[in-house]
T-cell receptor
Framework: GAVVSQHPSRVICKSGTSVKIECRSLDFQATTMFWYRQFPKQSLMLMATSNEGSKATYEQGVEKDKFLINHASLTLSTLTVTSAHPEDSSFYICSASWGGQGFWEQYFGPGTRLTVT | GNSVTQMEGPVTLSEEAFLTINCTYT??????LFWYVQYPGEGLQLLLKATKADDKGSNKGFEATYRKETTSFHLEKGSVQVSDSAVYFCALSDQRAGANSKLTFGKGITLSVRP
């Protein structure tokens, strides 16, 4: 149980275009999802906390107008990278929070590799 | 604030060697502690967890014990395999924010196991 999927797994886009990444909790409802960014050989950097039905909370230094997050349902959050540039190329990972075992745990998606040319 | 410190890597071992990866933390309250593993090109998988002091998490031959007195959660395995080659992240969550509880990650350490 507690499976999280991401789509697409890889995407290549041209500079100036927008890209949408989906994160889905497949077998549980998640009021909270998180979006991370990971640079090569580095740890995960939290970008934002996404709550169903409300605006996302962004971490300091993350441009909310560039990284649009929507959490329209209890099983789906989307991250849209607007007007992408090569420096936005990265590995984006989402997680969904679930407390079914008596404590809160994050379940991670498989990640999306974004390459901006 | 919360922080997690992992030993510097990378680590290279021969198959069947003993593994220890050190992890210490700083946190207010009583955090839950986690070890995650990341295989090349993939997302994170939970390896094991401990939610209170003296708890031992274990999975796939890996173990880690929540030591409150030394604020540590060292990962150990008695005999590593080539398939254990991956990046390992130690993390904590203070749980106080409920579903919004954030994870604080260590920098990660790359383990390579040679045949």
């Amino acid at each position: 149980g507690a499976v999280v999927s991401q789509h697409p797994s890889r995407v290549i886009c041209k500079s100036g275009t927008s890209v949408k990444i989906e994160c889905r909790s497949l077998d549980f409802q998640a009021t909270t999802m998180f979006w991370y960014r990971q640079f090569p050989k580095q740890s995960l950097m939290l970008m934002a906390t996404s709550n169903e039905g409300s605006k996302a909370t962004y971490e300091q230094g993350v441009e909310k107008d560039k990284f649009l997050i929507n959490h329209a349902s209890l099983t789906l959050s989307t991250l849209t990278v607007t007007s992408a540039h090569p420096e936005d190329s990265s590995f984006y990972i989402c997680s969904a929070s679930w407390g079914g075992q008596g404590f809160w745990e994050q379940y991670f998606g498989p990640g999306t590799r974004l390459t901006v040319t | 604030g919360n922080s997690v410190t992992q030993m510097e890597g990378p680590v290279t071992l021969s198959e069947e060697a003993f593994l220890t990866i050190n992890c210490t933390y700083t946190a207010t309250g009583y955090p839950s502690l986690f070890w995650y593993v990341q295989y090349p090109g993939e997302g994170l998988q939970l390896l094991l967890k401990a939610t209170k002091a003296d708890d031992k998490g274990s999975n796939k031959g890996f173990e880690a014990t929540y030591r409150k007195e030394t604020t540590s959660f060292h990962l150990e395995k008695g005999s590593v395999q080539v398939s254990d080659s991956a990046v390992y992240f130690c993390a904590l969550s203070d749980q106080r924010a409920g579903a919004n509880s954030k994870l604080t990650f260590g920098k990660g350490i790359t383990l390579s196991v040679r045949p």
